[in-house]
């Protein structure tokens, strides 16, 4: 059964930084582009970035939102992927979500909620 | 950026009764070299995740119901809930996996009558 954990959120001060990981199981983590989508209280979803698998190079992109700011890695030993956070915003507060996948998206987490807020 | 458009933003529809939404992208989502739409629908309720519910513009995901059902191409694509169950409340999102960023429709709110 696949299984996606993510963790790390909390209440940060704005400019501040958070790191996010995201725990895989139940499927071959490092085949898989690792993607991130964040959703804003009461708001629609919003794709923040992907990371491909090492045989496609472990190439990142980013949504123009984040670009800059937020740095997307992978240990594909621990099945793990991260996504860190610098300079935050109060426009960044969100749950944050992982999935397998660059496409369409059929494993979800719980997401971590992300609160940036003075 | 693929900009993606639903409609109507909200949807009250009977129990049993048709519910359609609508999604628009501002620009064809079709690869023509597959000839297939990169076109992908979901289904969140409050406090969850999203649920895949079709992908490809119209393949069903495993054990969604066949009440529901994707169609389209191009530009334009629907989502079609035939007969309306009380389970069905939700948000309803188009997405666009046709080309980087992935874009999602603004979110369809569907209420029972």
């Known amino acids: 059964e696949v299984q996606l954990v993510e963790s790390g959120g909390g209440l940060v001060k704005p400019g501040r930084s958070l790191r996010l990981s995201c725990t895989g199981s139940g499927f071959t983590f490092g085949d898989y582009v690792m993607s991130w989508f964040r959703q804003a209280p009461g708001k629609g979803l919003e794709w923040v970035g992907f990371?491909?698998?090492?045989?496609?190079?472990?190439?990142?992109e980013y949504a123009a939102s984040v670009k800059g700011r937020f740095t997307i890695s992978r240990d594909d030993s621990k099945s793990i992927a991260y996504l860190q956070m610098n300079s935050l915003k109060t426009e960044d507060t969100a749950v944050y979500y992982c999935?397998?996948?660059?496409?369409?998206?059929?494993?979800w987490g719980q997401g971590t909620l992300v609160t940036v807020s003075s | 950026d693929i900009v993606m458009t639903q409609s109507p933003d909200s949807l009250t529809v009977s129990l049993g009764e048709r519910a359609t939404i609508n999604c628009k992208s501002s620009q064809s989502v079709l690869h023509s070299s597959y000839n297939k739409n990169y076109l992908a629908w979901y289904q969140q309720k409050p406090g969850q995740p999203p649920k895949l519910l079709t992908y490809w513009a119209s393949t069903r995901e495993s054990g969604v119901p066949d009440r529901i059902s994707g169609s389209g191409s191009g530009t334009d694509f629907t989502l079609t809930i035939s007969s309306l169950q009380a389970e069905d409340v939700a948000v309803y999102y188009c997405?666009?996996?046709?080309?980087?960023?992935?874009?999602f429709g603004q979110g369809t709110r569907l209420e029972i009558k």
């Open positions: 990371i491909r698998s090492k045989a496609y190079g472990g190439t990142i």
């Open positions: 999935t397998p996948g660059a496409y369409f998206f059929e494993y």
């Open positions: 997405q666009q996996y046709y080309s980087t960023p992935l874009t």
